[in-house]
């Protein structure tokens, strides 16, 4: 397995950061594209459904048509684990998604992550926000199986930025469940999209060409 490695901080797991192929045979499903696309321009867009209802093989198809389209949109993929429920883990990992696309992104960040006594962990997400706010282009990054992340820093994290949400990102959360977010507020500000497992499941027409 390709790993890469930071001067100060642990092994990256490259694996973790390819965004899933996507079968030749696919269904194409426009209107869930489009509910993609209508939500770029808010903050996050959540796609919550139980296992098998195909959220990660959307993900990645709308992913796909990103990339291919004029102008492209850049893009990073994360796929996530229990492990990742460090927040340290976490931020080292998502930088390392980022810079798949800017690859300087995230330097002051690791400096603070890389001395022996951390600085409270908000202001080692407002630094990153700061970097991720001053990124040339806007960009998407999908973060897959959230239900994955246990505990309340990397959520804790996560609500710090709401609070401020860095213009150039636009964030998918893939999952298995609601995250602990503020949806209520999210959706009356207007900056939240979500598929949900009414939106996935096929209608007569995808189910016809799926058989």
Known sequence: IMTIQSRSGPL?????????????NLVIRPRLLKILND????????????AGFGKTTLASSWIQNLSESDPPIPSAWLSLNES???????LR???????????DTGTETLDLLNVRQHPPAS????????????LPSRFVIVLDDMHTVRGHEVFGCLNNWLRSWPS???LVMVSRYNPPL?????????????????DLRFSMSETGEYL
């Open 123 to 134: 202001l080692v997400a407002n630094v990153l926000v700061n970097e991720l706010e001053s």
């Open 168 to 170: 150039s990102m636009h």
């Open 84 to 90: 990742d429920s460090d927040l340290d883990t976490f």
């Open 182 to 198: 503020p949806l209520a507020s999210l959706r009356g500000k207007g900056i939240l999209n979500e598929i949900r497992t009414r």
């Open 39 to 50: 939500g770029l321009e808010g903050a996050l867009t959540l796609v919550i459904a139980p």
């Open 93 to 103: 990992y998502f930088i390392a998604a980022v810079r798949k696309i800017f690859p």
């Open 12 to 24: 990256i797991l490259q694996t973790k950061l390819n965004r899933p192929g996507v079968t030749r």
